[in-house]
Structure formats: C-alpha cells, structure tokens
C-alpha cells in the first residue's frame, strides 16, 4: 500500500499591497522586506516535513514566496499552475479595504474580515472552489504519495480546504482568516 502524502497550504508573504491596505486581486505586487522573512520563517517551519514538490501560481507574491521556501529547502524547481491565482476582485482590485461596503454588492464578516461575496465583474466563489478542484484533482493524481507545498493567497486556500474536505463555498469561507504565509495541513 502506498502512503499518502501531505499537503502544506500556505499563503504569500506579506506584499507591497497587504502593506498597504489594498486589495490586489490579480495584481501583481511584490513581497516587502517584511513578506520575505515570513517566507523564510515558513520555509525553516517546513525543513523536516519531507517536502518534494512546490506549487505556486505566477503572481510574484506567490513565486516569490515559493523561490525562498523553495532555497530553504533544496527545491529547485516550481511547479507553477494558472488555477492558483488569487480570486479576480473585479471592481475591487486596487482598492483600500475599506472601500468594499461601498463597492461590494453582497458581503459577509467573519473573523474580522469583510469578504465581498459579490461586487461587479469579480469572480464568484463557486467558480474559485471549481478552480481549487481541479488543481487538485490534477495534484493528488500525480502527486498523492508525495509531501508538497501549495503557494496561494487566502480565497485560494480557504477553497482548497473545502474542496478537500467536501464542504461547500460558504463553509469553506467561514474558517479562520489566514495570516500571511499562514500554513493548512491537508491529509
């Protein structure tokens, strides 16, 4: 019988945009002095968990945070997948956080955030959980008996949870917020 293997979700470092209050969505910031040493940190935090594959989208945030976990832990390379990327926000990306009561159409508060449920052209989160289940769909087919990173924003990994576990959008949404480089444990 083969062991399964692990799944270590963890989420970018702090960037130029969480920095500054701003929702970023699908643009693509960089990782602040600050984001980098929480990667690092993470990274020592995964030295003995066997890790052999990393997966990442290609926001910077994100491949940056993989390239320090990556160095730390003798990774070479990055597998990077387009189903990774961050939720698109729509009208909302670029703006201040406080700015999505005004713009948001549907919210919900949990955990002290407010997540916009829907606001003009952002993408909805059944679509982000139908994207989490095809990566990993894809990821637990050729990757199942291996330990493994998942480098992705908050959304993103609140969906790859629930995909993993069944549940639906909303419940995977009403989980505890996810610091940066935050790390979910999937077995």
Known sequence: ?????????????????????ILNGLRDSELTRRGKKQAYLVAQNLKDKNIRFIFSSWLKRHTQTAGIIGKVLGIDRIDISNLLVERDMGILTGQLYKVIPVLATELVYWDRINYFIKAPDAEEFPDVLERAR???REIKIQFSSFNLVIVTSGDMMKMLRAEHFGWDWERGLKTPFIDNCGVIELS
């Open 1 to 21: 019988m083969v062991a399964l293997g692990k799944i270590f979700l963890v989420r970018h470092g702090q960037c130029t945009d969480n920095a500054a209050g």
């Open 134 to 136: 095809k990566v990993l």
